[in-house]
C-alpha cells in the first residue's frame, strides 16, 4: 500500500498558476495508477486529471482541458499538476490518489473516484477574482 502527500496549495489571483505536488511512498510507486481530483464546498469530489502508469496516457476533465497538466518524476516518487489561467471555479481541495495497476480499466476509468484505492490529505487552492 502507499501513502500520499500532497502539497503546494495556496491563494491566487485570478489568471494566476499553482502547482501541487503528490510525494508517494510506501510502495513501488511507479506501477500505481495516478489521478488528482477536487472538491469544492457543497459539491462531489470530481475528477481533475489521470495518468497511467503503463505508458503515461493522460486524461483531462473538461472543465480543465487546455489548463492544466499532469505529469510524474518517477526517480521522485512524485506526481505532479501544473494549473494555469486559475478561475475561481477552480477553488477546492485537490486530492491526490493511487490504485496498483490491475486488472482491465478504460482510459476515463482515472477520473472515477470509486476507481482510487489511496488518497492523500489534501491541499487547499483559493481562487480569488
Known amino acids: 500500500q502507499v501513502q500520499l502527500v500532497e502539497s503546494g496549495g495556496g491563494s491566487v489571483q485570478a489568471g494566476g498558476s499553482l502547482r501541487l505536488s503528490c510525494v508517494c511512498s510506501g510502495d513501488t510507486c511507479s506501477s500505481y495508477e495516478m489521478g488528482w481530483f477536487r472538491q469544492a464546498p457543497g459539491k462531489e469530489r470530481e475528477g481533475v486529471a489521470g495518468?497511467?502508469?503503463?505508458?503515461?496516457?493522460?486524461i483531462y476533465s473538461d472543465s480543465v482541458k487546455g489548463r492544466f497538466t499532469i505529469s510524474k518524476d518517477t526517480a521522485k516518487n512524485t506526481l505532479y499538476l501544473q494549473m494555469n489561467r486559475l478561475n475561481p471555479e477552480d477553488t477546492a481541495i485537490y486530492y491526490c490518489?493511487?490504485?496498483?495497476?490491475?486488472?482491465?480499466?478504460?482510459?476515463?476509468?482515472?477520473?472515477?473516484?470509486?476507481?482510487?484505492?489511496?488518497w492523500g490529505q489534501g491541499t487547499q487552492v483559493t481562487v480569488s477574482s
Open positions: 490518489a493511487a490504485k496498483r495497476s490491475l486488472g482491465f480499466w478504460t482510459l476515463d476509468s482515472l477520473l472515477q473516484t470509486h476507481f482510487f484505492a489511496y
Open positions: 495518468m497511467e502508469s503503463a505508458f503515461g496516457r493522460t
